[in-house]
């Protein structure tokens, strides 16, 4: 068996799933054949914006959509829904 570099738990390797873009093979959670992305990995990978109204670092996360099914900015300092503090009433 073979553990995550980043949280330690369980993947496994399959010959069939590639990537297309570098041909290497993808880590699958263990018991499927799902990609492995544990926190860790998506903290490393995460692409960060500065809020258009105040400035402070944001990101975009699929599992963080509103009801319309749109993106909610997030607060790097603090994982939670950004709050600006300098939106306009």
């Not at 553990?3 to 297309?20: A, K, W």
């Not at 914006?49 to 900015?73: M, Q, T, V, W």
Request: proline residues 3%.
């Amino acid at each position: 068996m073979t553990e995550c570099r980043l949280c330690g738990e369980i993947i496994h390797f399959s010959d069939n799933i590639v990537s297309e873009r570098t041909g290497k093979k993808i880590p699958l959670s263990e018991g499927s054949d799902e990609s492995h992305r544990c926190a860790e990995w998506e903290a490393q990978h995460r692409k960060y914006y500065n809020c258009n109204d105040c400035g402070a670092e944001i990101y975009f996360d699929d599992r963080h959509l509103s009801k319309n099914g749109k993106h909610i900015p997030l607060s790097k300092s603090t994982g939670g829904p950004h709050e600006c503090g300098d939106r306009a009433a």
